[in-house]
């Protein structure tokens, strides 16, 4: 798997956030996405995932046919189930029997820290607890791109270490993560970063 | 799409109380919507039963120059589209009582569709059958019975019962024994019961039938209960129940779907696609709304056993109703489909 991005321009309006970028990433790749508030690292995810029409240039993957999943600052959860059925559903999709499906979140999830957590509604976990789950699911649905932006941001270290962690093991399997980022630290923990300087006026997408 | 049904169903599972909460109001207005019919028409039958007791559409025909009809003539009169009961009284013999002398009674000789006419809680034509009016229960006359007469000739006859009926609405308190005999030579008069919504019909054939001259008569009248139950029917209130009804699940189901939004969203991007996400909110409908309705509507008709006439009202009622409910999906698609996926996921 290959994403190469070239010579690429978007904007938010009448205005251009950021122009001329080229990068390139291939599975295995945790790609970090730096910038200033209104910088355009969520349009550029946006472009990436073709939700958000870019204006110039080119977003190209290899093989074409790739299956993405987005991780959000919040992750929006099914609330009234658990984390573990959350989590089985993603592989539910790719036609895992429910019964595996269960079985295999649930290592997956106790890997993340969820001990004890498993059968709880989502909405009575931390904010902590919801990106891990968040994460597993990504990994669950065998993406072959992630794109998560700020899926760090508001958590406390240890959360985020281990939001980090899932994050890398789906990049071990297999997966491009694209990850939009404040964080220094988080930046340092990928395998490239990408800096989008901030852009010429006011306001802006992020 | 077996996933789909799957997750809809775990879902409900999951926020039961609330599920049960809803199925107890879609329950509730599926009985209302039955109810209201129930009773509303139930109110127009009962009106309908009191003309046709009341002999509201019943005719006493005799012939041009006070001729009496023929027997013949007079049955065949129940081919007629909306004749109800035809029938005449060949004989009328008067009589005592065998077993009690002083005790007068008429003995009529009649056609075979005349109880059918007299009695308006009796189907079909009565051959050699014979029938006799509740006034005899206190002598203890009951289906089956033998019952003795004494003629003007003093002869003695007996017969046995086939039918003690209510109250024949033409023949009074009198005692009557009246006898189903084949049709042969003329009737006194030929009474003609019609079904209401065809009287004014059937009053007009009965001239081209009986010929010029004929005499007509409409018989016990009463005008304040004369209305058209059609009338009624078609301005009944209860035929709107549906639409009431239908906007209580809509909302109940609309209300639901966008508390639910982000997570239909969520179901999106996971890779559900339109046709899962419609199968979704066909079986939420299904489970919360569609069959708690039809439950609660059975459960009112089961309780209140409804007639022919409000039956046939009620399935044109509650077909409106399934109609309506099965297009609220439509509904929840067009809500869903303003938004991206990516804002309403954001906006959670």
Known sequence: MQLVVT???MGIGGRVLFEGLDFHAQSGEM????GPSGSGKSTLIGGIAGQI???????????????????????????????????????????????AALEDSRGLLLNLGLVGRLEVPSYRLSGGEKQRVAVARALMSEADVILAD????????????????????????????????????????????????????????? | MRLAVAEALRNIWSARVVAVSLMLVASLTGAAVAVLTIAEVGRIALVTKQQEAAGAFAFQVVGPGGNRPSALGCEAIRALDGVVGAGGVMQTIPARFAIQPDVDLRVLSATPGFAEAAWVDLDGTRAAAVVVGS????LGLTRGSHVGYIGPDGTTKVIEVDLVADKAWMLGSERVLVFAAPPTGTV????????????????????GWFGEGTSIQELLVRTSLMSDPQEFLSARISQYGWIAGSLVLAAILVGRWAARRAEFALYRLLG?????????FVV????????????????????????????????????????????????????????STIDALKGS
Do not use: Y
């Open chain 2, 284 to 339: 939420d409908l299904l489970v919360v709304c569609f069959l708690p309705a039809q439950l609660g509507a059975t459960v009112a008709i089961g309780v209140s056993s409804p007639d022919t006439l409000t039956s046939s009202a009620l399935l044109v009622d509650l077909l409106r109703l399934d109609v309506a409910m099965a297009l609220i999906p439509l509904l929840g698609m067009l809500i869903f489909s303003n938004r």
């Open chain 1, 150 to 206: 700020e899926p760090t941001a508001s958590l406390d270290p240890d959360s985020r270490a281990q939001v980090l962690r899932g994050m890398r093991r789906a990049a071990e399997t297999g997966a491009i993560v694209i990850l939009a980022t404040h964080d220094r630290w988080v930046a340092e923990q990928c395998d490239q970063v990408i800096e989008l300087l901030a852009a010429p006026a006011e306001g802006g997408q992020d």
């Open chain 1, 53 to 99: 029409p870019i204006r110039k240039g080119l977003v190209a993957m290899e093989p074409s046919e790739a299956a993405i999943h987005w991780v959000f600052q919040s992750t929006p959860l099914l609330g009234r189930r658990s984390g573990l059925d959350n989590v089985a559903l993603a592989a539910e999709l790719r036609g895992v029997p429910r019964e």
């Open chain 1, 31 to 34: 790609v970090a996405l730096m």
């Open chain 2, 188 to 207: 006194e008069a030929c009474l003609v019961r019609a079904s209401p919504e065809a009287a004014s019909a059937v009053g007009d054939a009965l001239v």
């Open chain 1, 7 to 9: 010579d690429l321009s």
């Open chain 2, 272 to 280: 559900f696609r339109e046709r899962a996400l419609t199968l979704m």
């Open chain 2, 135 to 138: 006034e005899f229960e206190s």
